[in-house]
Structure formats: structure tokens, C-alpha cells
């Protein structure tokens, strides 16, 4: 870790712990289109984390396998449409010889989730657990040999804004998915 997080919101740590999701995906799945997961994800720098986990959720791969089909009693955030584009994603990545990633993948993809639960329903105070889930997803990209993303372009976001949380703001400017 080359950026000092201490002075970046949890909007901004949110929003390098995707950039770090990103690069995983990227680099280990290149010839995957994961704009659908990227969106969800960049929700999260610019909504209110209030239901975003639960809708975050709904595109992990053991919620997707989970459920017999697309069921909209089950599914209140993703359409069928989306059903079907994310688990194609995830069949194709358990049928292919990297079935081994497959656990790393559901383990990156639970960080953003974790960023935003860690605080549910409580005060920031200094934000050391949210430090722990940034370094747990660099882990993840040096452990693969995958450079880190440039945190300190997330400096604008600062935790002394909204008692630590940081102001919202368009994270998909951030996306090398998106963009």
C-alpha cells in the first residue's frame, strides 16, 4: 500500500477497492465483458450504501447459483436480462481450466460488499477495518502478479468530509472496465 488511506474518505477506499476488483477481473478474465458487475459496483461511490449491498449482492456467484433460475420474488435489484448475463459469466468461468481462480474471484468480488458492511449501523472511528479490507484485495493482485491501482487519485475524497464517509461522487470516471 503506497497511499495513505488514513486521509481518504471510505467513498474513496470504497472506490480503490473496486479498482482493485477491476483489475483482477481484467487480468485473469480478459476476454470477459464485465460491464454489467463493474456498474453494480460503481453504485456504490455515488448512492448511499443503504441497499447497494443487497443489490451487490444479488451478483455474487453463490447467490446466482443459489436459486433455481431467475425468480423476480427472489431478485428485487437485477432483471432476468442481468440474471442470465451474470450467471453465463460465472458458468463459463467454472467450466473453463482456471476453475481454481474461481474462489479468488468470490473472495475480490465479496470486498466491496465488506467495505460497505463493516460500518453498517455504526461509527466510522478511525477506519482501520476498512484499511484491512483494502489490503486483503492488494493482496489479491500481488499474490497474481497484477499491479496495484494508483490510489492517490483518490485524494480528493477526503475523510475529514461527512464525518469520514466522503461526499459521493461518479466512481465510473475511475472504471478501466467502463472506459
Not at 473453463?96 to 465488506?114: G, V
Not at 499491479?147 to 466512481?171: H, I, M, V, Y
Amino acid at each position: 500500500m503506497n497511499t495513505d488511506f488514513n486521509t481518504i474518505s471510505m467513498v474513496g477506499r470504497m472506490a480503490y477497492v473496486i479498482m482493485c476488483v477491476e483489475r483482477f477481473l481484467v487480468a485473469v478474465y480478459p476476454e470477459k465483458d464485465w460491464k454489467l458487475i463493474a456498474k453494480k459496483m460503481w453504485k456504490a461511490t455515488s448512492h448511499n450504501w443503504g441497499d447497494w449491498p443487497i443489490e451487490f449482492y444479488e451478483i455474487f456467484p453463490e447467490f446466482i447459483f443459489s436459486t433455481n433460475g431467475y425468480n423476480s420474488e427472489e431478485y428485487e435489484y437485477i432483471s432476468e436480462d442481468e440474471y442470465h448475463i451474470v450467471l453465463d459469466l460465472y458458468n463459463d468461468i467454472t467450466s473453463e481450466s482456471k476453475n481454481d481462480m474461481f474462489d479468488t474471484l468470490k473472495y475480490i468480488l465479496k470486498q466491496p460488499f465488506e467495505m460497505a458492511m463493516v460500518y453498517e449501523g455504526t461509527v466510522i472511528g478511525d477506519g482501520k477495518e476498512s484499511i484491512k479490507i483494502i489490503e486483503n484485495s492488494e493482496s489479491v493482485l500481488l499474490k497474481n502478479n497484477i499491479a496495484l491501482p494508483d490510489g492517490n487519485c483518490l485524494k480528493f475524497s477526503s475523510f475529514s468530509q461527512r464525518n469520514g464517509w466522503g461526499d459521493d461522487f461518479e466512481g465510473e470516471k475511475l472504471s478501466i472496465i467502463l472506459n
